[in-house]
């Protein structure tokens, strides 16, 4: 039984990572939100149609990220880093690029947040295992250690400062599966931006975690902790599990046994 809905659009929400493959997908998917749709990015985005704002902003530079959250009822958090890169880049984007946004929510009075976490967090988990939401966070690299460190910091804000947040642990969000470890987490852009619109809608959400994954028959993760949520996937990755053309991993390789794939082995990162 999911919790009851908010009937009225947000006046202002903020969307960072804008400019990103899933940035672009939700500044579309996101519009019947809110009465002004604010659109930031560091990168360049295309210019503000109606009823948007175009701020280009670094999230490791506090003072901005403060004025960005100004002013808005609630943020979907999508920038940083988003692939495995070496730790300093990710420490600027998505460790103090994080901690900017949530003391820029405290100080401004944004009361939820939906943190785009990363199914990278439990990435050291294997295969056969069935997660649900209070598993064990084994991280496969830099990017998903910042986004356990997100996951961290969201829980602070609310259990001190109230600051309602769903994080969200993508899989893989693409057109369609790019290889048979996707066929477990692909995530179509349709059911990502439904369960974007539910997190902002619920009216009781929380502190929340949930895996962002469509209805794939071979589903490595359980989502009945989050049911109040009122998401149902409405995609599956069942028809292209024929595509013969989809690559996997060598058996017995790590990416292989591990659900973070080419992830856990990637790095380090080290000068010559």
């Known amino acids: 039984m999911h919790s009851k809905t908010r009937q009225e659009p947000l006046r202002r929400l903020l969307l960072t990572g804008a400019a990103g493959a899933l940035g672009r997908v939700l500044?579309?998917?996101?519009?019947?939100?809110?009465?002004?749709?604010?659109?930031?990015?560091?990168?360049?985005?295309?210019?503000?149609?109606?009823?948007e704002e175009v701020v280009v902003c670094d999230l490791a530079d506090k003072q901005a990220v403060d004025r960005l959250v100004a002013g808005c009822d609630a943020i979907v958090h999508m920038g940083g880093v988003s692939v495995e890169r070496p730790f300093e880049e990710v420490l600027e984007a998505n460790i103090r690029g994080s901690f900017h946004l949530y003391e820029g929510a405290r100080r401004h009075g944004v009361r939820r947040v939906v943190f785009a976490s990363s199914n990278h967090v439990v990435g050291f988990h294997d295969t056969c295992d069935r997660l649900d939401a209070d598993c064990a966070r084994r991280p496969d690299g830099y990017y998903g250690l910042?986004?356990?460190?997100?996951?961290?910091?969201?829980?602070?804000?609310?259990?001190?400062?109230g600051i309602e947040?769903?994080?969200?642990?993508?899989?893989?969000?693409?057109?369609?599966?790019?290889?048979?470890?996707?066929?477990?987490?692909?995530?179509?852009?349709?059911?990502?931006?439904?369960?974007?619109?539910?997190?902002?809608?619920?009216?009781?959400?929380?502190?929340?975690?949930?895996?962002?994954?469509?209805?794939?028959?071979?589903?490595?993760?359980?989502?009945?902790?989050?049911?109040?949520?009122?998401?149902?996937?409405?995609?599956?990755?069942?028809?292209?599990?024929?595509?013969?053309?989809?690559?996997?991993?060598?058996?017995?390789?790590?990416?292989?046994?591990?659900?973070?794939?080419?992830?856990?082995?990637?790095?380090?990162?080290?000068?010559?």
Not at 28 to 51: H, T, W
Not at 146 to 161: A, H, I, N, P, V
Not at 175 to 183: A, F, I, S, T, V
């Open 146 to 161: 910042s986004k356990s460190f997100g996951e961290d910091l969201s829980r602070f804000y609310f259990d001190r400062y």
């Open 165 to 272: 947040t769903a994080c969200l642990r993508i899989g893989s969000a693409y057109p369609q599966p790019q290889d048979q470890r996707m066929l477990s987490t692909w995530m179509s852009y349709a059911d990502l931006t439904a369960l974007v619109q539910r997190c902002l809608a619920v009216e009781q959400l929380g502190h929340t975690i949930v895996y962002g994954a469509s209805a794939n028959p071979s589903a490595w993760w359980d989502n009945g902790k989050a049911e109040h949520l009122g998401f149902v996937p409405r995609d599956s990755s069942a028809q292209f599990a024929a595509t013969a053309a989809l690559p996997g991993f060598a058996p017995g390789s790590p990416e292989a046994r591990y659900q973070g794939g080419s992830f856990v082995t990637r790095g380090p990162f080290e000068t010559p």
């Open 27 to 51: 500044r579309e998917g996101l519009k019947p939100c809110a009465q002004v749709l604010r659109l930031s990015d560091i990168a360049a985005m295309a210019p503000a149609g109606a009823a």
